[in-house]
């Protein structure tokens, strides 16, 4: 039978208490003189690069033990070199180095106050061991309740400062979004001006080379004249200095009565004045061809400056050209419009509704005897294509947004000709923001056609046009979408769906 024998715990205070104390006083003298203290916060840091990398010791070669994403915060607790030195520092209860680089981190100073308590760190801590749990119904203190609020309010404040960066980095990321909407503008139009000069001066130079033409075929002809009579000419320029040197009487001979003088006077005067009216005619050909002459060289001179311009305006065009393809390929690496390039479309769209309402009812437009509405269904597509974008509501990327197709986009080569579905009258016919080179033709009872992207306009506001007359070239004016025509039909300023009015199987 085991025997315990019998412990007096009453008696134990008053023999082992001085000792126990003596034992703990120890112990904390040994303790404060090995460094256990509680560290003081310096710096509060946010993390400003992507992948940094905490060390094990201040030191490059030290081994990476963690790497902090960019936003990330931690406590500052030594700084030592300064700028470019080490900091220690202390993230989720573990510690670490990193380098004191503006690059690196952001270090915001800790305001003076009453220091609290925080978990004591033993010697030489592991660094960054994830701290342990508290057990599961443990009550939390007064105390510890106190810092869990403050920490849940500096959790707030931290979360409030990452949504206004957020919004400022939206903001920021909004305005070059437009920025770059308004340049691809600005290219649009230039691209367009030197396009249409480049057509006018191409024109120019084929009426500058058939005027050449011309003008060396009447030198041809004016030579061949000259040829002809130079000759004849030249006898009877001979024979006149001759009849000068003898007088007409010698010329003539004695007469045999008075009528013969006579007869033979007048007859030398005609002969006279026929090789006059020959040389004068012949020295007014040689002026002419001189006058000829000096226009061809001047027709030849204003060829060639009609050519170097052209030169100048087809490397404008290329120039703004690779601009336009750069700014594309910039959108396309994005992969989707953001915000601010749907509220420029909006913006375009809305501008357009005001051109239409602004409109007045054209005086012409009671001379349109067929009905529009008539042929619902039956109208021609305006030219042969694929349909890449349709008529309704759509959703733009990533984003809870969506922006309305107001009509149709038919895929098209440059230069295609573009036809109109309807007899009607020009109401507008130049360049509108986010469209290109636009037209917009009334078809009678507040019924329009509108024609967008177009290269080329080949009617002025205020002409009238027939049912599958070509009005304009297709084009990439306005579009991001490359070379293509966007066709709209409204009623009383609404869109309506283009497919519903156009003939199927006609595109």
């Not at 700028?83 to 270090?107: A, D, F, P």
């Not at 004016?222 to 030249?234: E, H, I, P, R, S």
């Not at 080179?437 to 009334?442: A, E, T």
């Not at 297709?474 to 300023?493: W, Y």
């Amino acid at each position: 039978m085991l025997y315990f024998p019998e412990t007096d715990f009453k008696a134990m205070p008053r023999k082992i208490g001085p000792f126990f104390f003596a034992c703990i006083m120890a112990a904390a003298f040994i303790l404060g003189r090995a460094g256990l203290c509680y560290p003081q916060v310096l710096y509060k840091g946010k993390i400003n690069t992507a992948k940094l990398n905490v060390r094990s010791a201040p030191d490059n070669r030290a081994s990476v033990v963690v790497v902090l994403n960019r936003g990330e915060r931690v406590n500052v607790l030594e700084m030592k070199g300064g700028v470019g030195g080490w900091l220690t520092v202390e993230y989720q209860g573990m510690q670490g180095y990193i380098r004191n680089h503006n690059r690196y981190i952001l270090l915001k100073p800790v305001s003076a106050r009453p220091k609290q308590k925080q978990k004591p760190v033993p010697p030489n801590p592991t660094p960054f061991l994830s701290p342990t749990p508290p057990a599961k119904g443990i009550q939390k203190t007064p105390d510890e309740s106190s810092k869990t609020s403050g920490e849940n309010h500096a959790g707030q404040k931290i979360i409030a400062r990452q949504i206004r960066e957020e919004d400022r980095k939206v903001k920021e990321f909004s305005r070059q979004e437009v920025q770059i909407i308004d340049r691809l503008n600005e290219i649009d139009m230039a691209l367009n001006r030197a396009r249409t000069t480049a057509r006018n001066l191409r024109r120019n130079a084929v009426a500058i080379a058939q005027e050449i033409e011309r003008t060396q075929a009447r030198i041809a002809n004016l030579n061949n004249a000259m040829k002809k009579t130079q000759d004849y000419a030249g006898k009877r320029l001979n024979a006149l200095f001759r009849m000068h040197m003898l007088g007409r009487l010698e010329m003539a001979g004695p007469p045999s009565s008075l009528f013969n003088f006579v007869t033979t006077q007048n007859a030398l005067k005609k002969v006279v004045t026929s090789d006059f009216a020959l040389l004068d005619k012949q020295a007014r050909t040689m002026a002419a061809l001189t006058g000829l002459e000096q226009d061809l060289n001047s027709q030849h001179k204003l060829k060639s400056d009609l050519q170097k311009q052209l030169a100048d305006e087809i490397e404008i065009r290329k120039k703004e050209t690779r601009k336009k393809e750069n700014i594309l390929k910039e959108i396309r690496r994005r992969k989707r419009l953001s915000l601010a390039a749907i509220n420029a479309l909006k913006i375009s769209s809305q501008a357009l509704n005001r051109t239409i309402s602004a409109m007045p009812s054209p005086a012409g437009s009671s001379r349109i005897k067929t009905s529009f509405a008539e042929h619902k269904g039956r109208l021609q597509f305006p030219l042969k294509g694929k349909i890449i974008s349709t008529f309704g509501t759509k959703r733009k990327g990533d984003y809870n947004a969506f922006t309305f197709q107001s009509g149709i986009d038919i895929k098209a080569e440059r230069g295609t000709p573009v036809k109109t579905v309807f007899n009607g009258e020009v109401m507008f016919a130049r360049w509108l923001k986010g469209y290109g080179n636009l037209m917009i033709i009334n078809h009678g009872n507040n019924y329009y056609t509108l024609y967008a992207h177009v290269e080329e306009l080949y009617k002025k506001k205020g002409e009238r046009v027939n049912t599958g007359e070509i009005i304009a070239t297709a084009g990439d004016t306005g579009s991001i979408k490359g070379p293509c025509l966007h066709f709209e039909v409204r009623h009383h300023g609404k869109p309506v769906d283009p497919l519903r009015w156009l003939k199927k199987g006609a595109g």
